[in-house]
């Protein structure tokens, strides 16, 4: 396997071990060495079995073609060059072959490069499938990728680490088809970090959405707006300006964006409706507050027309909801003005939940026109889920929102943890497989402490948060404090002389590292409070999608409705949960992205963060588990009835017991003991390269079996076929023995396609039958005269002009006193009559043409023979005759310069007789002569070897019938 692999780099010699489980030695230095040395020769792909470790390379690398598509697709993962495209390929044929659905979790930190292996494996499977090119399938798979680019512009954003960031998470059900073709997905999304939207850290950009917008919209719709093309106008986006972006150029990314958003869902009107809601959050950022603490005025209310046209609500009421509360008091709803602090939370908070729900909107109308249709109409349906989610951060100033991502990057590495370390290893150890334990880190302990309830982080977040009273940071930073003060993954100041960590924070000790939060924000972020004012007034706008995006707006609602929906912390966990539930339904693939350095320079590694991150990733482990471990199992029942048709003593039936058939299997495909173990309920095999031959020899023994079913199911239905047919028949023809007319004119029954040949076949036996008795109703005369027609038939039918058996075939006997005298002389004749023999200086001269058993005569009105006149019937080497309706027959003699012209009788339908006569008499005397029609025939009767001459035809002018000749060139009508 390794010389194979070795021999498989595409286009390119090997370098270093494709699959990390082949290293000599399985140490945290020789894993290193390794994916160093394959990154810096461009091997960017490297396996743990079937983990693929992907280095981001920081450039364009030219091994994603059609060509390189076309090495992976249909192939196992060892037949290949480690590559992204080989797990892909890997997870759709265990989906289309098993009938399970898979998943491919894609993981590491922030820059690593996960978004673009994302779609690297959605334009894979994009590649492989749909191969009869349907329509809906062609659009389905296009809104799939299509709604990349539309996320990527919406939820995507420069940060210090990577200049196309993720700044939400995204799960994607991919749904196929029976067939394994694509008809319908689902998105989920994950924590949009709508702060971003209000506040970047220096050196960080807003969305990418709001720079492609000013940059690339056109000069009208930016006027229709309210907007200038600079982003350094709007508060929201001015610490963006001058910031140069790798690989993105916003103005012709607006153009892809508007394109994109065509295709999944939103038409052009709509789309007007979409860009200006982005539009009014950059002028509501540019709202500014004078005022105190009591009370906030809008000083420069330049902005407020244009918000009020995009958002499509009064100017008067935007300024109302910015600057004042209502507030419920002895059942009466009062106004209370916010002062300048409160005003600005509120305008930030309506900027955020704008935008969210901007985000929201777009993913459900992507879903809408991605809706798988109901299995009814598809069969079933099986999935492959890609997960593109945020990667583990770690910035100068971590708050909430680096506490949910890292939260998430903890949960995900607990499930690689349970499903490729520790579940593997318990599930050795409860088969009673022989086995030694890996030792591993297992992070459960720091996902209990976030998550747990009710003494974990979130909860007791929650209790501060929802509790009456003052409710502060620092107040539950203490509660923490006194909770957690002996755990080892929790760290805070021990008191006011501690220096070790900034005043204000706590510090986890993640599995990937340890991470420094800022409590600030951490409640107002977790409460995530927009005031029932702003919901109101989003909801009463006559833009359908801020009306339908804000039901809570609705005041019919609000009596009764539950006072406290979830908090921001709370709901996040959950959905981890159910994430991580989902993904736990589905059989998992991973790819393990590994961030080379920090400047995204190409070629270029930092030791200690290549160290850091294989570390805590958990490589090293994963290699051990791997090597030591058994890379399939299953249950021996499902084993045995998947592949007991590869031996004959197991298929087609096995009186047996189950667990013995698995061995007799095994042994007739000749894997040892030493290949596979079977433990108590399940069977492990230890090499890919068994499972693949398995599966193999599967597929072969299927196409055999397939192959006898349909011969079997088409011979059934043949058969079913004929004897319906049959009987049919024999029904029509039963009394046709009677018919005068022999059933010449009965019809024939409908018939299967498959009995064409069948049906040909009988009515050939029918029409011989037919003849045949037509023919023994004849005279021996007239059999005879039949026989000749058929003849002439055979030699001039569709050839020479004129001629139809229709015309019947009269054989009138030349009336002449010497013909008896003649015939006494030399023999009966066969055929006899009056004709014009063409002599050497072109004259037509009149003659009588006989034919007897062995002679052709050409004599005069004496018929008296003379030696020139007589052509031995053996000596005529061939004989042609004009396609056209004429008498001219050219006899063509062995011997150079005698041959005969004849204009043979007074009708062309002498010609027909005359032949047949010849052909049937040179036969009798054991000879053949070639008869052939030809346009310009050719001749030489000059007595002398050369003076070849060619006849020519023509049309007779004045339409006069018969024939004539005319200096060579002969005249027909």
Same mark, same amino acid.
């Given at each position: ?157 420069k940060t210090l680490r990577n200049d196309n960031s993720s700044r939400f998470g995204k799960y994607m059900d991919i749904n196929f088809d029976f067939k394994g073709d694509p008809v319908g997905g689902h998105i989920d999304n994950y924590l949009l970090e709508k702060s971003r939207v ?6 960080? &950009? ?435 009835? &998947? ?29 040892n003991r030493s290949t596979y173990q079977l433990g108590k309920t399940k069977v492990f095999i230890k090499n890919p390269t068994s499972v693949f031959r398995l599966e193999e020899e599967r597929d072969v023994k299927i196409e055999q079996i397939v192959q006898r079913l349909q011969v079997?199911? &088409? ?259």
């Amino acid at each position: 396997l390794v010389s194979k692999m070795a021999a498989l780099e595409v286009g390119q010699a090997a370098i270093g071990f494709g699959d990390a489980i082949m290293l000599d030695r399985a140490s945290e230095e020789a894993f290193i060495s390794n994916l160093k040395l394959r990154f810096e020769n461009g091997r960017i792909y490297t396996y743990i079995g079937e983990v693929v470790v992907s280095v981001n390379p920081y450039r364009n690398l030219d091994i994603y073609g059609e060509a390189v598509v076309q090495q992976y697709q249909g192939k196992e993962i060892y037949d290949s060059a480690p590559h992204i495209y080989a797990l892909a390929e890997a997870a759709y044929k265990q989906m289309k072959r098993n009938g399970k659905d898979t998943c491919i979790v894609i993981s590491g930190e922030s820059g690593s490069g996960k978004t673009e292996a994302s779609k690297i494996i959605m334009r894979y499977i994009a590649a492989v499938t749909n191969a009869a090119q349907r329509k809906e399938i062609e659009r389905i798979k296009a809104t799939l990728l299509r709604s990349n680019v539309v996320l990527e512009s919406f939820g995507n954003a420069k940060t210090l680490r990577n200049d196309n960031s993720s700044r939400f998470g995204k799960y994607m059900d991919i749904n196929f088809d029976f067939k394994g073709d694509p008809v319908g997905g689902h998105i989920d999304n994950y924590l949009l970090e709508k702060s971003r939207v209000v506040q970047q850290l220096p050196g960080e &950009r807003n969305f990418h959405v709001f720079f492609q917008l000013l940059a690339g919209a056109p000069d009208r719709a930016l006027e229709a707006m309210g907007l200038v093309r600079n982003v350094g106008a709007y508060q929201y986006t001015a610490s963006g300006q001058g910031l140069q972006l790798a690989h993105v150029d916003d103005k012709s990314g607006f153009q892809s964006v508007w394109q994109a958003l065509v295709d999944v869902g939103f038409p052009g009107d709509t789309q007007g409706l979409l860009w200006g809601l982005v539009g009014a959050i950059l002028h509501l950022g540019n709202v500014r507050f004078e005022g105190d603490e009591d009370q906030s005025t809008i000083p420069d209310k330049s902005m407020l027309p244009h918000m009020a046209r995009l958002l499509c609500v009064p100017e008067a009421n935007i300024v109302t909801a910015l600057t004042k509360r209502a507030v419920a008091a002895r059942g009466q709803v009062m106004e209370r003005p916010l002062g300048v602090a409160e005003a600005k939370f509120s305008r930030d908070a309506l900027a955020k939940a704008l935008y969210e729900r901007i985000f929201f909107h777009i993913i459900a109308t992507i879903n809408s026109s991605i809706h798988a249709r109901p299995v009814a109409e598809t069969g079933k349906q099986t999935v492959i889920g890609v997960l593109d989610i945020y990667g583990f951060e770690v910035l100068s100033l971590n708050s909430f929102e680096q506490f949910c991502i890292n939260y998430c990057n903890e949960k995900l590495q607990q499930l690689f943890i349970e499903l490729t370390l520790k579940q593997e290893q318990d599930e050795y150890l409860s088969e009673g497989i022989t086995w030694h334990p890996v030792e591993y880190f297992n992070n459960k302990i720091i996902c209990d402490l976030v998550e747990a309830r009710p003494t974990g982080i979130v909860a007791l977040l929650d209790e501060e948060s929802i509790r009456p009273g003052d409710k502060t940071d620092a107040a539950w930073l203490d509660k923490m404090r006194t909770s957690f003060a002996s755990h080892k993954h929790f760290v805070t100041r021990a008191g006011p002389q501690d220096r070790s960590l900034p005043e204000g924070t706590f510090k986890l000790v993640h599995y990937a590292g340890d991470v420094v939060y800022t409590v600030n924000g951490f409640l107002e972020k977790n409460t995530d409070t927009l005031f029932k004012d702003l919901s109101r007034l989003m909801f009463s706008s006559k833009n359908a999608i801020l009306h339908d995006q804000f039901p809570e707006g609705d005041e019919r609602t609000w009596q009764g409705a539950a006072k406290r929906p979830p908090t921001a912390g709370k709901a996040f966990v959950t959905s981890m949960q159910a994430m991580i539930d989902t993904l736990n339904t589905k059989i998992p693939s991973y790819v393990r992205c590994i961030k080379p350095n920090h400047r995204k320079t190409p070629k270029k590694i930092e030791d200690d963060l290549l160290r850091h991150q294989v570390k805590y990733l958990g490589l090293v482990e994963n290699v051990r588990v791997r090597r030591a471990g058994f890379c399939f199992r299953e249950t021996i029942e499902d084993f045995f009835w &998947r592949y007991k048709l590869l031996s004959p003593a197991t298929y087609p039936r096995w009186s047996g017991a189950v667990r013995d058939g698995v061995i007799q299997i095994m042994n007739d495909m000749g894997l040892n003991r030493s290949t596979y173990q079977l433990g108590k309920t399940k069977v492990f095999i230890k090499n890919p390269t068994s499972v693949f031959r398995l599966e193999e020899e599967r597929d072969v023994k299927i196409e055999q079996i397939v192959q006898r079913l349909q011969v079997a199911w &088409r011979l059934y239905r043949i058969r079913k076929d004929i004897r319906a047919y049959y009987n049919e028949l024999l029904a029509k023809f039963k009394d046709v023995a009677k018919d005068p007319r022999l059933g010449a004119r009965v019809v024939w029954p409908k018939h299967a396609k498959s009995l064409d040949d069948a049906e040909r076949c009988l009515k050939r036996i029918y029409k011989n039958w037919w003849a045949r008795k037509k023919v023994l109703a004849l005279s021996e005369e007239q059999r005879a005269l039949m026989r000749l027609q058929l003849i002439a038939h055979t030699l001039l039918a569709n050839k020479k002009k004129g001629f139809s058996l229709k015309k019947g075939f009269p054989l009138l006997p030349l009336q002449h006193p010497k013909l008896a005298e003649f015939t006494a002389a030399h023999g009966p004749a066969v055929y006899a009559v009056e004709c014009f023999k063409m002599s050497r200086k072109g004259v037509a001269m009149k003659r009588f043409v006989v034919m007897t058993a062995e002679h052709i005569y050409k004599t005069d009105a004496s018929f008296a023979v003379k030696g020139r006149r007589v052509m031995p019937i053996k000596e005529i080497s061939s004989v042609s005759v004009s396609p056209h309706c004429d008498c001219m027959v050219v006899l063509r003699s062995i011997h150079p310069g005698q041959d005969s012209v004849l204009l043979v009788g007074v009708s062309s339908d002498c010609v027909p007789q005359f032949l047949a006569l010849l052909y049937v008499t040179a036969r009798a005397l054991g000879h053949k002569i070639e008869i052939g029609v030809e346009d310009a025939m050719k001749y030489n009767n000059s007595n002398k070897p050369t003076g070849e001459k060619a006849m020519q035809f023509r049309e007779n002018p004045t339409g006069v019938a018969g024939t004539y000749w005319r200096k060579g060139q002969v005249l027909y009508a």
